[in-house]
């Protein structure tokens, strides 16, 4: 089945990343820093972003070594998505995975962005755009359990949504990178590999989802704020690219 959600939660020191597979729920512990004494939850599907199977996170300090925090782009990107950036925390560590976290009760910022630091930045940008994505679709959904819910506990039409945001990104604020080499980077850091519950969407749905948003000249589309792209890819557009 399609349903997937994938949770992380710090206490005492320890994570423990819960993955539900619609009714199946796996659990499975990592050492992490004390100081995170807060739920986090990755947002579904993209915890599985840059790697294949259920290998585990590293421990990674709350740092920024590649100052996203004040990057342009990452601004640029989140002024148009209507992300307050007092809301997002990047993290970047060696070898971290791609994905982005909702922590809930805390006083810091609701969303983490986690990032590899051993990659290029100009290489990082494109699969950012759609990390951040994901942050405004928790945003317009009131957080990842509910936008899991209102996407039916699907994952790939979670993120066939965040590559058609990132598609529609490059449209509007973008275009200063080439196309193939901007989509290329996006899907590259995207996993591709079909496993029950925790899709992506293959390489031809995500080809499809991204250029909907470059290209996309629906007159509902021109206009449209960030959620109602959320929305009208939720309850339109996603069926017609998985046709
Ligand atoms: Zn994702």
Do not use: W
Request: some cysteine.
């Amino acid at each position: 089945m399609d349903g997937h959600l994938s949770m992380m939660n710090m206490t005492s020191g320890r994570a423990v990343r819960v993955a539900f597979q619609g009714t199946v729920l796996a659990v499975f512990a990592l050492v992490m820093a004390k100081s995170l004494a807060q739920s986090l939850i990755p947002s579904p599907g993209c915890l599985y972003a840059t790697h294949v199977g259920d290998s585990e996170q590293p421990a990674c300090e709350m740092k920024d070594p590649l100052d996203l925090q004040q990057n342009d782009h990452m601004l640029r990107a989140m002024k148009v998505l209507g992300i307050d950036r007092k809301t997002v925390q990047f993290r970047g560590c060696l070898g971290l995975l791609l994905s982005v976290s909702e922590m809930r009760g805390g006083a810091g910022p609701r969303y983490v962005v986690n990032y590899p630091a051993d990659i290029p930045v100009v290489r990082l940008i494109a699969p950012l755009l759609h990390e951040l994505a994901h942050v405004a679709q928790m945003q317009e959904a009131g957080g990842a359990t509910e936008l899991s819910s209102l996407n039916n506990m699907m994952s790939k039409k979670i993120e066939l949504g965040a590559d058609f945001l990132a598609g529609h990104l490059f449209k509007v604020e973008f275009k200063e990178f080439e196309l193939n080499a901007f989509e290329q980077n996006l899907l590259v850091h995207g996993l591709y590999r079909e496993m029950a519950g925790r899709e992506h969407g293959d390489p031809r749905q995500r080809d499809l989802a991204f250029r909907r948003g470059v290209f996309g000249r629906d007159a509902d589309l021109v206009n449209a704020t960030t959620s109602q792209l959320i929305r009208i890819f939720r309850d339109e557009l996603y069926q017609l690219v998985i046709r």
